[in-house]
């Protein structure tokens, strides 16, 4: 990827002058204090909290996997094209629309960013599209021919840590989709970075957690004798026990312990046990930052509803979580078609009709309220759900209850008089 950034920025710009030197913002970069920084949460470490990782694949998985069709707006009609560029279907020879939709949905989920490198062909269209990742990229203003335009540096770092530019690119060969944006801020808002501290906590009770049970140092009881014992002796009162109380069929046995013996069982203390609860709370804390309904990533425990309820959520996460990204998505690359193409009216939309495709009965209900009043033919309703056509000749006449009139000023015409074609 470096290599591919790297030739496509000396195609396409001048070498990029030095990054200008910024104001220190904190006492310690100005006299170099030796307080250690606070650890940066990156995406990886991110995706190692299990609520973090549902709801970034829950998102990137269902707008992956969502259609995507090439329309021309003519009027007020919208009519599909045919045969769209190559980069609709395949955004680039080595993968398809369902991965490439995928990197694009996991970069703006975890850094608020999603940068694409457009390649483009000798004579400007364009030939692939490529996600670049997001660290490698830093927007910045710049002056060219006396107008201030966002270009974009990509650099890198070498082995020894120094920053090494591998040049500039102009918006024409970089799309750029921002989450949520900032006022006077070229870049969108990391959810990581935004809520470190929630995600940082997950992860810490997370680590607490393996340290705590897989250490294993707590004993589960102890038995304690008066006075001292040799370490012969409790070798052997250990193994003593394990033969008498251990092993299938003499577990929760009664025990008898003489010469003053006393049996302890250790339970962990109340701070020990709370980091559970911690657990179980941040579950909806992070479903909450990136707005998904905790039940689509299995956590139910706060629900109290139902059936039609669950539904309603549903509904509530396609319109509120899901069409958000969606057209984000859709803003950018109908830009890219419409200057592809040369026809300021194309446009890429995605169907989110499929995300309702699940309930049987409420579509074909939806169907018979269009099909009862003139909406839409029966042939069309055969091809939504994937049918061959009507082969009677009948299906593409629209359908009107014979009760249904026109009241004009020649009088009352019915609307069932004659069969109209689509």
Known sequence: MTGLLSRAAERRTAPAAPPPMREATSAAEVFGTDADPEPVLTPEDALAVSAVYACVRLLSDTIATLPLDAFLRVGTRRREIAAPPAW???PNPDMGRIAFLGMVMTSLLLTGNAYILVSRDRAGRVVALDVIPTHLVHPRYARVAGRRVIVYELSTT?????PQVLGVLGSRDVLHLRGLPLAGSLTGVSPIRAAAVTVGLALNAQDYGYEFFGGGALPGAVVSVPGTMTAAGLKAARATWRTIHG???NRHGLAVLTEGA????????????QFLETRAFQVPEIARLFGVPPHLIADASGSTSWGSGLAEQDLAFAKHSVRPWVERIEEALSELLAADLGQPNAFVKFGLDAMARASVKDRYEAYRVALNNGMLTRNEVRALEDLSPDTTGYGD?????????????????SLAASPVSA
């Open 247 to 249: 092993g299938r069929g």
């Open 262 to 273: 006393t049996f302890n069982k250790i339970s962990i203390s109340p701070d020990e046990a």
């Open 397 to 413: 006449h629209f359908l009107l209850p014979s009760s249904l009139a026109l009241v004009g000023a020649d009088g009352v015409t």
């Open 158 to 162: 070498d082995e020894d840590g120094i």
């Open 88 to 90: 609709v279907r395949k």
